[in-house]
């Protein structure tokens, strides 16, 4: 009783701070220094029209090593816990009703549908993420994004044929490959151009074209294929059968 | 009607955020339910993204894209701040991140102790 009393009481003061929050706001009329610096001048130095990418892939391009290397460290931390763990004698009988409950749930085949339109769609849908991640410097979209598009491909894969084997080693290499790719296109940048991670390495080519912008495509390409892999071995983890180790 | 016809688009972008984050923060903080729990945490994270978007927005801005409805000379004065939205495209995926480790830890508990109940996990309380 007390605890909900003190839960409404925070919630109440949240409540007021955002309610000033909001009651003081105004829309801003321009641009921020750094967000008209970006704008203006983006475009000519990077040579990238999207200056969402301009900023994520170059200006702030170490940020997003890190937000790589989070989304790496959280997909191992899902590998560790969800991994198969040596079956205890003393658990035998809840694990082996437990096993029976999944593989009564694994082994009913998806309906028809599905299982056509995965057919017919898993093709468009890798091919539209590898669009979306090649076009990141020209359009709406990035590596990220056409990583996300890739695992819903896999997801698509694992509902309609649950019994299909994702290769933990192919898995494991591309997404090692490209993550090193990734800091090697980095350290290049400090050897041949301004600094870590700079996209003029390469050179910038026609503006607009679609192997323009230096690096940004390279790196958007190295982005979307690790963070595709890496969020299809995640929903192969959350799969009910473990399909053992590699 | 005209009320929200008036109201900036940005400033209704915010209240909802904001509204978002509250709710979150209820449903996690009352729910017993560790997948609930989760889901407030989904909110919370969701509201904090909207109330960042919308502080980057700039009247009568557009997507901050150069192409032919932006040329690059007006690029500064016609597109939204660049900045935020590239803050939320990180924060987007490392909540993604979050969300998949505590689904994982969820799924381990519920293995080990049968159930999604976080009363039943008494031994990390203090």
Not at chain 2, 65 to 92: M, Q
């Amino acid at each position: 009783m007390i605890k909900r009393l003190f839960i409404l009481m925070m919630l109440a003061v949240m409540a007021v701070i955002f309610l000033n929050l909001a009651g003081n706001y105004r829309e801003n009329t321009e641009l921020s220094r750094l967000g008209h610096y970006y704008a203006e001048n983006g475009p000519q130095e990077l040579g990238a029209p999207n200056l969402v990418t301009a900023v994520v892939v170059t200006y702030r391009g170490l940020d997003t090593l890190g937000e790589v290397t989070v989304l790496f460290i959280s997909a191992a931390g899902v590998g560790l816990l969800l991994r198969r763990t040596r079956r205890k004698q003393d658990d035998e009988d809840l694990e082996q009703g437990d096993r029976a409950e999944e593989t009564a749930g694994v082994h009913k085949p998806a309906s028809e549908i599905v299982e056509t339109a995965t057919e017919l769609l898993l093709p468009m849908v890798i091919l539209f993420g590898i669009y979306v991640f090649l076009n990141g410097h020209l359009s709406p979209g990035g590596g990220f994004q056409g990583g996300a598009i890739i695992a819903s491909g896999t997801m698509f894969l694992l509902l309609a044929l649950p019994e299909s084997h994702i290769s933990r080693l192919m898995i494991a290499v591309i997404e090692s490959l490209s993550g090193f790719s990734y800091v090697v296109v980095g350290v290049l940048g400090v050897l041949l151009a301004g600094g870590f991670l700079d996209n003029r390495i390469i050179d910038p080519g026609t503006y607009g074209a679609l192997f323009s912008a230096g690096a940004i495509p390279l790196i958007y390409v190295f982005v979307g294929l690790k963070v595709g892999f890496e969020l299809s071995a995640v929903l192969d983890r959350f799969r009910k059968e473990d399909t053992g180790p590699l | 009607m005209s009320l929200i016809a008036d109201t900036p688009i940005s400033l209704i972008v915010l209240c909802s955020g904001l509204a978002l984050v509250l709710i979150g923060l209820w449903g996690m903080l009352t729910q017993r339910n560790m997948i609930r729990m989760i889901v407030g945490f989904s909110l919370t994270d969701t509201g904090v993204h909207m109330v960042m978007v919308s502080i980057g927005y700039v009247t009568g801005g557009t997507a901050p894209i150069i192409n032919d409805a932006v040329p690059i000379a007006e690029a500064a004065s016609r597109v939204v701040d660049p900045v935020p939205s590239a803050l939320v495209l990180t924060a987007i995926v490392i909540g993604l991140g979050v969300t998949a480790v505590m689904l994982s830890v969820a799924i381990r508990i519920y293995k080990a102790r049968r159930t999604l109940m976080i009363d039943e996990c008494t031994e990390s309380k203090w």
